[in-house]
């Protein structure tokens, strides 16, 4: 019997003793805050995204849930140099490692070179695949070379007329 998992409602134990994959493409108007961030605009925008689980044992031989994520995209952002639309493909690829609760998610995710998350038999793919797409997205997007001329200095006639 094959398992059919829905990203939105993923049961991650299920999903990574099953060696469970899933891909597919969600257009970015399901993304409310990657939106903003792409000035309201590209709703028909595709994010593509892929995941797959797995059940590995740690140095002590207990069976540990990982869940192996990655998406993609273009984004229409704001040139931080000429102020214009830049298109800018942003991504990721991640490795999540899932235990029992919070606490022990907060204390490990300290020590651990993975990130750690609780686990969930409801889990939200498409919230992580935001949250890990907003922290993808450069702090000063800029064009390689903008389309204008950007004037690079300003200056104030009366401040000139004073001096």
Do not use: Y
Not at 16 to 45: H, I, P, Y
Not at 85 to 100: K, L, Q, S, T
Not at 150 to 157: C, E, F, N, P, T
């Amino acid at each position: 019997m094959k398992n059919e998992f829905a990203p939105q409602h993923l049961h991650i134990a299920a999903f990574a003793k099953s060696q469970g994959t899933l891909a597919g493409e969600e257009k970015l108007v399901a993304f409310e805050r990657v939106m903003e961030e792409n000035q309201g605009l590209g709703g028909q925008t595709l994010v593509s995204h892929s995941a797959r689980g797995e059940v590995q044992p740690d140095a002590a031989g207990v069976d540990e849930l990982w869940l192996h994520l990655s998406a993609q995209a273009t984004l229409s952002l704001v040139c931080q140099r000429c102020l214009g639309a830049v298109d800018v493909p942003v991504g990721f690829e991640r490795d999540f490692r899932f235990v029992a609760t919070e606490e022990l998610a907060e204390v490990e995710d300290e020590e651990s070179e993975e990130d750690v998350l609780v686990l969930s038999k409801s889990f939200n793919l498409l919230e992580l695949i935001e949250d890990e797409l907003l922290m993808s997205i450069p702090l000063v997007p800029m064009h390689e070379e903008c389309p204008k001329p950007v004037k690079l200095q300003a200056s104030d006639a009366d401040f000139e007329a004073q001096a």
